[in-house]
């Protein structure tokens, strides 16, 4: 048994030797020229000269091998109370069909094809229909207002639209379709056509010439054959937030993320074949593409997925009734349900209702972790509760601990070392390293593992100047954070305005570019602020026009009903104040850390370059006026 030091050591010294070997575990159409091709640095491509298909990977080699009967996937939805299994023949006799009917209409490789669904089957045979053609897929996330969709389709250009009448939330039904057509309304770009699966619990109008019933056209549709691609080729596209309101195509290739999934689902996860395992997130963020989608089926096991929410579809039990009733063996969360769970469940009183008998693992990520829910979490379950840090951009971990490698010891706050293929530095702001235990820029050395981004989409400069320009040789990963004597990471913070609710990572900027655009706000800031169950939430200061008289709460009303039109519900703005002034230093930067830093209540310096420490006085009083503040300066 190869000890986890000696195989992180081997994938940093022969990476090619190393990922050559994991990619034996990928069925491939034409073997790669290259493992590694350094040809333009700071760009690389992985396997390069390779041909393979995703979808035949997740679904027709199982099937080849005889294991066709066997579950692929288990849809659970308590909210409208469904248990439905597909074996692997099922999922890929639909998905070709599905495949078929899109290449009907025109869609092969390359295409784009927007995914805007929520979270039922077909919305998974609709990403692998994708992959099968050799199609792009962009899934687009349900939380989001149509605005939001409007700008992935613009960015994206899709030939066609997947969609579905409606989503269901807990209290909720959701119409997706009004929000798809007036996202296609706002859009210059103008899909060809969209397939739209009508839910009983809501269904809606089809536009005549534009719009199709997804029953119909499957009725009709003829099953289509896998499409070998390059393995450099794009595999789907996944917006996440920037800096401002136009949000990143993260751009995913086909051979290396099939290599790196694969091998993670044995080395990370350790899951074998034949075992149920679930993700419990969304398929609109890329935890769900990976590791609700792709991992497990290209791995051969069972994926679960749940429509619903770990609490209040019925109760905190949720969770705990999907592991028994499907022998789910590992689950990945965000430590925000388990906060949403302790919080209505504290003494985990419900967990004595049920056998976890087959409940091997909790893994979380989507935000740091905090000490006090592992630690609540590993008591009640009585089980390893793995933190693990990844990002959109990566599209798996770059922190964990490889429970399929050697158990390390679990030190609360981290996410354990950097994974196979991740030489992670911890940089001062002139790229010296820095020693451990100091914080710093956590950046990863070039080249970043398989599976990793090889680009934004239409914006390599974007990609070079985010990511790759600040530190040349090194993917800046905007985490800040430190490691330690042992090499454990710890991540600390952005040094963007990302924030992160709910696991679900926004920007600040993109929501100050609508409170600015209200016309009685002269200027505005938006920060996020620590909260017991979403880990942060947004709270914007607003400085309005001089001479406007309108009551502050009006203002109030209106830009919180602006945020939740123009990014969708999922930002969970609302609550802001009117504020007379910001806090600046003399070159005019509004000082967001400070003012997080009186919200939060932690202690902090008055900033030498202020221009006017008063400021700080009065955003405390505001904020208490929102019952935030408690001054520590
Ligand atoms: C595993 C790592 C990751 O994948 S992180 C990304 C996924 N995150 C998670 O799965 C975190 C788990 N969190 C949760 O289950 C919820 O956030 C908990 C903690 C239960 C709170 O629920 P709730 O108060 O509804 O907040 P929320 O953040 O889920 O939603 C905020 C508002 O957005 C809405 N929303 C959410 N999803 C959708 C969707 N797919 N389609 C349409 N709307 C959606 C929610 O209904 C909620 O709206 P409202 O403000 O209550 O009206």
């Not at 057509?181 to 809606?204: G, N, S, T």
């Not at 996860?269 to 609109?284: L, R």
């Not at 830093?597 to 006017?612: F, L, N, R, V």
């Amino acid at each position: 048994m190869v000890s986890f030091d000696e195989m992180h050591r081997r994938s940093l010294e022969d990476p090619e030797g190393f990922w050559a070997g994991a990619a034996e575990a990928v069925h491939w159409h034409e073997r790669w020229d290259r493992v590694l091709d350094a040809s333009d640095p700071p760009y690389y491509r992985w396997f390069s000269g390779g041909k393979l298909n995703t979808c035949y990977n997740a679904l027709d080699r199982h099937v080849k091998a005889g294991r066709g009967d066997q579950t692929a996937l288990i849809y659970d939805s308590p909210v409208t109370d469904t248990v439905r299994h597909y074996s692997y023949s099922q999922l890929r006799d639909e998905t070709a069909k599905l495949a078929g009917a899109m290449a009907a209409r025109g869609v092969g490789k390359g295409d784009r094809v927007i995914i805007y669904m929520p979270m039922v089957p077909e919305a998974i045979m609709a990403m692998l229909a994708c992959a099968r053609l050799g199609a792009i897929h962009s899934v687009v996330f349900g939380g989001f207002a149509a605005n939001e969709l409007a700008t992935r389709i613009d960015d994206c250009a899709p030939k066609l639209v997947l969609s579905a009448s409606c989503g269901i939330e807990a209290a909720r039904i959701v119409p997706y379709k009004p929000l798809l057509d007036a996202a296609i309304m706002m859009a210059v770009h103008k899909p060809e056509r969209c397939i739209v699966l009508q839910r009983p619990q809501e269904r809606c109008e089809l536009m005549a010439g534009r719009d199709e019933d997804w029953a119909e056209v499957m009725a009709t549709a003829e099953p289509h054959d896998c499409v070998p691609v390059a393995a450099t080729d794009t595999l789907y596209v996944l917006y996440t937030s920037g800096t401002t309101g136009q949000p990143k195509g993260i751009v995913r290739d086909t051979g290396g993320h099939a290599v790196a999934l694969t091998w993670s689902m044995r080395h990370i996860y350790d899951i074998k074949p034949g075992e149920v395992y679930w993700a419990a997130s969304d398929i609109g963020w890329v935890v769900g593409h990976s590791y609700i989608v792709y991992a497990p089926l290209m791995y051969g096991a069972t994926t679960v997925v749940y429509e619903g929410k770990p609490v209040g579809t019925p109760d905190a039990g949720a969770f705990w009734r999907v592991i028994q009733q499907h022998k789910v063996a590992t689950l990945f969360t965000a430590p925000t349900a388990f906060r949403a769970i302790r919080q209505q469940d504290p003494n985990g009183e419900l967990l004595r209702d049920y056998d976890l008998g087959d409940f091997r693992a909790l893994f979380l990520a989507g935000e740091r972790c905090d000490p006090d829910t592992l630690e609540w979490a590993q008591e009640k379950l009585g089980r390893p509760v793995i933190d693990h840090w990844w990002q959109t951009e990566t599209g798996w971990s770059i922190a964990a601990n490889c429970l399929g490698v050697e158990a390390l010891p679990i030190k609360p706050g981290s996410p354990t070392r950097a994974v196979p293929g991740w030489d992670l530095k911890v940089l001062d702001t002139d790229g010296r390293e820095m020693a451990p235990g100091t914080i710093g820029a956590i950046c990863g050395k070039l080249p970043m593992p398989p599976g990793t981004f090889p680009t934004i989409w239409g914006a390599k400069e974007r990609y070079s100047k985010t990511y790759l320009r600040e530190y040349p040789g090194y993917y800046q990963t905007g985490d800040a954070g430190y490691l330690d004597e042992d090499g454990y990471v710890f991540v600390m913070a952005r040094t963007d305005d990302i924030i992160n609710v709910a696991g679900h990572r926004l920007s600040t900027g993109a929501m100050e570019e609508v409170l600015a655009s209200h016309p009685d706000v002269a200027e505005c800031a938006v920060i996020g602020v620590a909260d017991t169950l979403k880990g942060q939430l947004p709270v914007g200061f607003m400085v309005l026009n001089k001479g406007v008289e309108r009551p502050d709460a009006e203002i109030v009303k209106e830009v919180v009903a602006m945020v939740r039109d123009r990014i969708g519900p999922v930002a969970a703005f609302k609550q802001a104040t009117v504020v007379p002034r910001l806090p600046k230093t003399r070159s005019g930067k509004i000082l967001r850390a400070t003012m997080r830093q009186i919200a939060d209540g932690e202690s902090y310096k008055t900033p030498a370059t202020i221009d006017d420490p008063t400021i700080l006085d009065e955003i405390d009083e505001s904020l208490q006026g929102i019952g935030l503040a408690q001054r520590q300066a």
